[in-house]
């Protein structure tokens, strides 16, 4: 069972973990290279367990303690339970939900490891927005993508922010990083993948004329709100897709268009 601590001090050494979570750029460092990352909200430090991440230790407010009493007599980490002052004066705002944990992160695996048995893959360029990253992980898990590939400047799914937008669903699609970009896309193709370029280009075919889900193994490709994917990611591309717009509006925000597609990428509609 975990140990009730009660800190006072928001300099205690014991809090390093959470200190500076508003800080985007220092937790970026700090985080992978510390090897830990936050799960904030009770539902996400349930699932973050459930998916097999262990513990280093939670930070409570006093009133989430008994909410939170299985989970603590789980795990064997220490709990650290502080007033709501401390903890803004800890993290840097204030932690409405209650209950952040420190979590140990795994050994990423290697594209090919993921490749193997995946049908459905998802593959992101530069997607640097941990909002964008959180709700294509939340739709890849909730319409049935098998793994996410990220070229090496794709932000962190793991960061705190995008582990809350996808509610967790960060530790349910199991993802890893391309060595290089675009030449680590080779391993997906020949992993038997078709690689589809998803681009709001005129001169890309539609998804439901194209039939995505019809495809033996499909890597469906997403690139950067607003840039799209670059040149090069698209002259790697076996084919562009476009998802269909009407009313003069020429592009979807890249999350929602990732859920359109996957949608067609994992079911489709029926085609003539």
Known sequence: MGELITVEDPDDPRLHDYTGLTDVELRRRREPAEGLFIAE????????????????????????????RDVIEEAPAPVY???????????????????????QRKPL????????????????????????????????????????????????????????????????VPYARLDTWPKGLETVREAGFRLLALTPDERAEALDEVAPHRMERVALMLGAEGDGLSRRALAAADAWVRIPMSHGVDSLNVGAAAAVAFYAVATGRPTA
């Open 41 to 68: 909200g009770e539902k996400v430090v349930r699932r973050a367990g459930e998916a097999g991440y262990a513990m280093r230790s939670m930070l409570l407010s006093a009133k989430w303690v008994d909410a939170m």
């Open 81 to 103: 339970v502080v007033e709501p002052a401390v903890a803004e004066q800890v993290t840097g705002y204030h932690v409405h939900r209650g209950a952040l944990a420190s979590m």
């Open 109 to 172: 695996p290697t594209a090919a490891d993921l490749l193997r048995t995946a049908r459905r893959v998802v593959v992101m360029e530069s997607v640097n927005d941990h909002t964008n990253i959180g709700a294509i992980f939340r739709s890849a898990a909730a319409l049935g993508m098998d793994a996410v590939l990220l070229s090496p400047d794709c932000a962190d799914p793991l960061y705190r922010r995008s582990v809350k937008v996808s509610m967790g669903a960060v530790f349910s």
